[in-house]
RNA sequence: GGCCCGGUGGUGUAGUGGUUAACAUGCCGCCCUGUCACGGCGGAGAUCGAGGGUUCAAGUCCCUUCCGGGUCGCCA
């Protein structure tokens, strides 16, 4: 700074300062040279302010501007005028003054960026993930940050005023079945065996619920090795939290509190209270997911009951077999061109649909490849039940529930998406509750729990473990904005017994279960609080505030979809010395 | 692991078998005292992601591979 000392943020300059000396720094945005007149965008984190430079000024000031190039980074000392008439720039924040130069300094040159520091340029993400310092630079994705501390310190707040006390767990701990890939981490002093990065402090979470903490949170690092997508990273941040003493309701509501209130002090949102809320059951059926997107309607139809005897010799037979008939009536689509209904067509095989029935309802009535198959009285209950009017196209599938479900659901967000159904500035919360307790998993020919393995089962279902693990409901709630799944937790077991029992129901051997979760069990023992808790996706819910389509947005330093960092070049290859003292052997096998 | 989209001067794109690969912007130089995506004139800048093949001829067609993105599987 040679000696200098900053004054003001360039942004927040204004008529209010007029007449006064200023000492501004930054980096060079844009230098508009006029031979006798030079104009330089000076930008820093709070905005962009003009400087003026004419030859008459003192400190050589004007020459020294003429050598000035985009984002070099320069401290400028000068008197803010009001700019004159016709000069305002109504698109600049700071556009009705400018700043007359009486010195200038370079504090160090800049080479030529790869891409323009501003917010409308499309550059290659690969390009912008290279050079992440200077697509940091960018106003937007400094907003992003911002955001996100903004998120993150009115969580802290609001939880510290709810009596949370936040609390580190350990990042290297024990890999556990269950779940996500575990990334490992090889220990010295132990030869052969590895930490596991944690996919959430679950269990850590619990046991200071047992240690008597009773309100715990933790803005967390989870770390899970699986393939990457627009909203999954390898680490990504959850606001993980427990409480004891309480029942499902006492979470909902001061969650609930909580969300309210993040959205209030981050974007300035009044959010509607309370959130709806739908059992999974529900949700599937109406659309498809267990995170409905319910900013338009379009919800799936179940037309089976009036094809159980239908010619039409598909539809009978998936639903003989117990599969379920479905449709959605996309409204006004009647004379979509048939090679995009073929599109549809391909875009429901990806879940697993074996084929998608359509009719077109026409002025001169329903055309389609299926009415031949139905009888009057069975096209006409369709018809009914689908409200649909003329000039609608109505799809079907046929297949078990789960591909009716994964399939319309996604074709319904689909259509959703083309139609411009969804109004953007809508932020429909709501919860999904009574998950059931377990799935089956068809490969591993075992049940596996839907949330985690601590959820406590519902009251009156504990007794169908043994008999029907497939009817067990777990005391799990998931909330949703806008068909995001932004957080998700459940009431937890807190009786060693029922714990151990639930392991059996996974399969696990008596054994198996002591092995992986002994500490639990037995910390179980020795008076555990009821309790509950949730964690949000805080990478999700600031992307969701920011209006972005991907979490690498609102992440510093993300990873690309092969979960490297291009700019740092990881992972990379270690030295064999460093093998060797991590008994550790390194044997890639290349395909040939 | 599967499917889809993309990779051409620094950046963003055009180029569907045939001259010297085009345009915009950025960059460099000169000119310019009210611009704000300043303007004018001139200039430099590309082994068309890589490798192989087909062809008289390949940025363009074929195969393989690498990289980025989307997605299914996967993500308790």
Redesign the pocket.
Known sequence: MQGWKRSHACGVLGLAQTEQEVTLTGWVA?R??????I?V?LRDRTGIV?I?F???MPDNAFHKAEAL??EFVIAVKGKVSA??E????P??AT?DI?VYCSALRLLNAAK?P???IADE???????R?KYRYLDLRRPEMQRNLVLRHRVTKAMRDFLDRHDFVEIETPIMTKS?P????DYLVPSRVNPGKFYALP??P?IYKQLLMVAGLERYFQIARCF?D???????QPEFTQLDLEMSFVEREDIMEIMEDMIAYLFKEAIGLEVQRPFPRLTYGEAMDRFGSDKPDTRFAMELIDVSPALESCGFKVFQSVIAAGGRVKGINAKGCANMPRREIDGLVDLVA???AKGLAWMQVTPEGVKSPITKFLSEGELQHILDRMEAAEGDLLLFVADIPAVVA?SLG?LRLELGRRLNLIDADKHNFLWVIDFPMFEYDG?EQRW??????FTSPQDDDIALLDSDPGQVKAKAYDMILNGTEIGGGSIRIYDRALQEKLFVTLGFSKEEAWNQFGHLMEAFEYGTPPHGGIAFGLDRLVMLMAKR??I?DVIAFPK???A?D?MAQAPSEVSPKQLRELHIKSEVVL?K
């Not at 340029?121 to 390009?127: A, G, K, P």
């Not at 269950?178 to 890939?181: C, L, M, P, S, Y």
Request: without cysteine; negative net charge; aromatic residues 6%.
């Open positions: 844009r508009r040279d006029h031979g006798g007149l104009f965008d003009q003026v004419t030859p008459d190039r985009s700019r004159p016709g000069t305002v720039n698109n600049l556009g400018e030529t790869p891409f323009y340029v499309d550059v290659d993400e690969s390009i993930l556990t269950e779940g996500a890939r996919q959430s679950q899970r699986e393939d990457l997508r627009a909203d999954r990806t879940y697993g994964a996604a490969e596996v729990a839907m949330h985690h393995p389509g991907s690498r690309t979809q092969s490297t291009v395909k």
